[in-house]
């Protein structure tokens, strides 16, 4: 079956640590997202990817480093730079940057 | 810059009733619209999609939405809900002049017994 995993579903950290969450698609699309969602805000773009070894900031960068070495794979850093980390993350991705996103069922970072 | 604006957080709707969930969006070009369905700690799922042709979209769930370029609106209908479409939607707009899918905040279906 074709579709994006992310894992794992739920992650908890303790405060000051960096954790790096998984993001694979087998669906040969070129462009790759990371959202954040918290409650009543939707959906808020961190960094996307349109092609390997190249990728943007969003909106909300800053405390986050991604990387795409590989065209399936996009994994995010939450670093200790991020004074908020605690929230639902997403990962989609898209033919181009035009098309459709495709969505992962999320991961739950909890950091205490 | 282009922006989605959902007009309601909330929407609560007997079940077997009628709903309607509003998306405007603000944009001067040709535009590419979508709504999408998130169920409680899920991922989105594509809901339908207006690229060309007929403004008038359908999914297979019984949703429909209709491109009213005049109004610049995409609004989300079904003529009788069940308690199963309780989820969040989100509207978001693309356009050949943005590699980005702009959301809007999203509104919750509350389904009434």
């Known amino acids: 079956d074709g579709g994006i995993t992310q894992s794992p579903k739920y992650l908890f950290r303790k405060e000051g640590q960096n954790v790096t969450l998984s993001c694979e698609q087998n669906l040969n699309h070129d462009a790759m997202y990371w959202y954040r969602q918290d409650p009543g805000q939707g959906l808020r773009l961190i960094y996307y990817?349109?092609?390997?070894?190249?990728?943007q900031k969003g909106d909300i960068a800053e405390g986050y480093s991604v990387s795409r070495e590989k065209k399936e794979s996009f994994p995010l850093t939450v670093t200790s730079a991020q004074k908020n980390p605690t929230a639902f993350y997403l990962c989609?991705?898209?033919?181009?940057?035009?098309?459709?996103?495709?969505f992962g069922p999320g991961t739950r970072l909890t950091v205490l | 810059a282009q922006s989605v604006t959902q007009l309601d957080s909330q929407v609560p709707v007997f079940e077997e009733a009628p709903v309607e969930l509003r998306c405007n969006y603000s944009s001067s070009v040709s535009v590419y619209l979508f709504w999408y369905v998130q169920y409680p700690n899920q991922g989105l799922q594509l809901l339908l999609k207006?690229?060309?042709?007929s403004t008038l979209v359908e999914s297979i769930n019984g949703f429909e939405a209709e491109f009213n370029k005049s109004q610049t609106s995409f609004h989300l209908r079904k003529p009788s809900v069940h308690i199963s479409d309780t989820a969040e939607y989100f509207c978001a707009v693309t356009s050949d002049s943005n590699y980005q899918l702009i959301w809007g905040a999203g509104t919750k279906l509350i389904i009434k017994p």
């Open positions: 207006y690229l060309s042709g």
């Open positions: 989609a991705s898209s033919l181009t940057g035009r098309n459709e996103q495709f």
């Open positions: 990817s349109q092609i390997v070894n190249d990728f």
